[in-house]
C-alpha cells in the first residue's frame, strides 16, 4: 500500500476492485461554496476509461446557487451558450479509500475546459494551483493546516429542515471548551470521525471540545498546502455524511445562534525550502525572532486581507462572528501567540509560522489558501512591512484598521481591487464578485424569523 494510509495507487485500487473490496468510486471537485459535487462510477468501469480519460459534469455547476439553480449574468456559462460540459481530469495524486463509505473510494479532479483541456482558472482549485505554481517561480513551496469547529446537534438533518432549524438540541448543554468529560458524549461520532479520516489519508491530530453548546473542533495534520485544501473539503464532506449515518448533524455555519461563539476556521501558513521554514531568522520583533521572508509574507497578508475578504468570508453569516469578545478578530492586528489579533504568530524556529484567525469555517479552502498565497508572495514581491507588533487587547485598540465588517462592503472592495485583477485575472474577479453578489441579493430579499419577531405586532 501507499505510505500515507488510504492513499491509493492505481494498482493497488486495481487489486483492491480484484477481490472486490472496492465496487465504487467517487470522482468529485468543489464548487464555488467548497461543496464536493460529481459522479459515482463502476469501479470497473473507472479503471477501464475515466482514470485515463476523465469525466464530463454540465458547467453550471461553476455558476448555480446554493439551491442547484442555473444563475443569469455569469460569463462563464449561460443559457445563451447552452451549458455545455467541462471536463473533470482526476488527481491520482488525490485517490484514497473513502472508508465511511461502503466498499467505495475517492478521487478529487481538476476542472478543464474541454476542447483546449486548460485549467478553467474560474475553479477554485486552479485558483490555488495557479498560486502554487508562483510560490515555486519564486522558489518556495507552502505547508498549511486549517482548524475548523462546527456544532454537533441531536437532529437528524432531515428533522432539522422539518423543524426550520429551530429548537434544535444541541449534543451539549453547557460550554465544554478542553473538557474530557462533556466530549465524551459526543465520542461515539468525533471518534467516527477521527477513524475514517484516518483510514482514507488524512491524518489526524485531535479533537477537543470548544467555546459554544455542543461545539468541537477537530484538528488534522498540517501538509503541503494543496493537500491540505483537498484534505479540508474531504474533511467536511465526511463528517456530514457520517453525521448523517448517525441520525444527528453537524454544522458549519460561520454563526449558528448569536447568543454562542461562531465557528471559525484558522489557517496556519510558512514558506519552505529545501526542507526547510526559511520564516525564522535573525530579526528580533518582539518576542519573535523572524526572516525578512516571513515579515514580508505577514506583511503583505495583511495589507491585501479586506480587499480579498469575500475569500475568508464568504457569506452573509460570515460577517456575524466578527464582534468584540468572540474570539473572532475584528482588527488587523498581529501579535505573539494573542488570540485577540486576526494574525497570531506561534511557534519558534523551524515551527514559526502565521495563524491568520479571521476565515470562518464555511470558507472554501481553495479560496482562502490561494488569497493568503497571492497576498504573502506579492508581500514577498514588493517588500511589504506589516504594520508594528502589536500587545494587548485587540478588541480595545480603536487605531487598529477594522475587517469588512459585512459581505456587501466586502464585495465592493473586491470588485474595485486592482491587486485581486492582478494575482487571479479580471475573467475571475468579474465572476466571483457575480457570485456574491448573487448571494447577498438573496439574503436581501428574504424575510427574516427576526423581523417577524420585531415588527409583526409592534410596527
Known amino acids: 500500500m501507499a505510505t500515507l494510509r488510504g492513499i491509493l495507487t492505481i494498482d493497488e485500487l486495481k487489486s483492491l476492485v480484484q477481490v472486490e473490496e472496492i465496487e465504487t468510486v467517487l470522482v468529485v471537485f468543489t464548487d464555488l461554496y467548497g461543496r464536493l459535487v460529481g459522479k459515482r462510477y463502476d469501479a470497473d468501469f473507472f479503471l477501464e476509461s475515466i482514470a485515463a480519460h476523465g469525466s464530463h459534469a454540465c458547467d453550471y455547476l461553476l455558476t448555480v446557487d446554493m439551491e442547484m439553480e442555473p444563475v443569469p449574468g455569469y460569463d462563464f456559462a449561460n443559457w445563451d451558450l447552452g451549458y455545455g460540459d467541462l471536463t473533470l481530469s482526476p488527481d491520482m495524486n488525490t485517490l484514497r479509500i473513502a472508508s465511511w463509505l461502503d466498499k467505495t473510494a475517492m478521487v478529487l479532479c481538476d476542472i478543464r475546459d474541454s476542447k483546449t483541456e486548460h485549467l478553467i482558472q474560474i475553479s477554485p482549485r486552479s485558483l490555488l494551483i495557479k498560486q502554487i505554481e508562483k510560490a515555486g517561480e519564486m522558489g518556495y513551496t507552502a505547508k498549511a493546516g486549517s482548524e475548523m469547529e462546527y456544532y454537533i446537534f441531536n437532529e437528524s438533518y432531515k428533522d432539522a429542515a422539518a423543524y426550520k432549524y429551530h429548537d434544535m438540541e ?74 448523517d449515518c448517525l441520525g444527528i448533524s453537524v454544522t458549519f455555519m460561520a454563526k449558528f445562534d448569536e447568543k454562542q461563539a461562531g465557528s471559525s476556521c484558522h489557517i496556519h501558513l510558512s514558506l519552505w525550502q529545501k526542507n526547510q521554514n ?154 466571483y464578485t457575480h457570485f456574491f453578489r448573487v448571494e447577498q441579493d438573496a439574503y436581501d430579499k428574504a424575510v427574516t424569523d427576526w423581523e417577524r419577531h420585531r415588527y409583526f405586532e409592534r410596527i
Not at 482588527?331 to 511557534?347: C, E, H, K, P, Q
Not at 519558534?348 to 497571492?374: F, H, M, Q, W
Open 170 to 243: 444541541p449534543a451539549g448543554w453547557y460550554i465544554e471548551d478542553y473538557h474530557a468529560l462533556q466530549g465524551s458524549r459526543v465520542e461515539f461520532f468525533n471518534a467516527e470521525v477521527r477513524r475514517h479520516l484516518k483510514k482514507s489519508g488524512i491524518p489526524v491530530e485531535g479533537s477537543k471540545g470548544e467555546w459554544g453548546l455542543g461545539q468541537h473542533e477537530l484538528n488534522i495534520q498540517h501538509s503541503d498546502v494543496l493537500t491540505m485544501a483537498d484534505s479540508h473539503a474531504i474533511y467536511k464532506h465526511c463528517m456530514k455524511e457520517i453525521a
Open 278 to 431: 526559511i520564516f525564522p531568522g535573525e530579526i528580533q520583533t518582539g518576542p519573535i525572532q523572524g526572516s525578512d521572508i516571513f515579515l514580508w509574507f505577514l506583511g503583505g497578508w495583511m495589507a491585501h486581507m479586506p480587499e480579498l475578504m469575500v475569500f475568508y468570508a464568504p457569506t452573509v453569516n460570515s460577517y456575524k462572528r466578527y464582534r468584540s469578545g468572540s474570539w473572532a478578530p475584528t482588527r488587523l492586528a498581529w501579535s505573539y501567540d494573542n488570540r485577540t489579533s486576526g494574525f497570531r504568530i506561534v511557534g519558534k524556529e523551524n515551527s514559526l509560522r502565521i495563524e491568520c484567525r479571521v476565515p470562518g469555517a464555511d470558507c472554501n479552502p481553495y479560496l482562502t489558501y490561494a488569497a493568503a498565497l497571492a497576498s504573502g508572495l506579492d508581500g514577498i514581491a514588493n517588500k511589504i512591512d506589516p504594520t508594528p507588533i502589536f500587545s494587548g487587547d485587540a478588541y480595545a485598540e480603536k487605531q487598529l484598521a477594522q475587517l469588512p465588517l459585512t459581505l456587501r462592503h466586502a464585495i465592493d472592495l473586491f470588485e474595485k481591487s486592482e491587486f485581486a485583477i492582478r494575482a487571479f485575472g479580471k475573467e475571475v474577479v468579474e465572476h
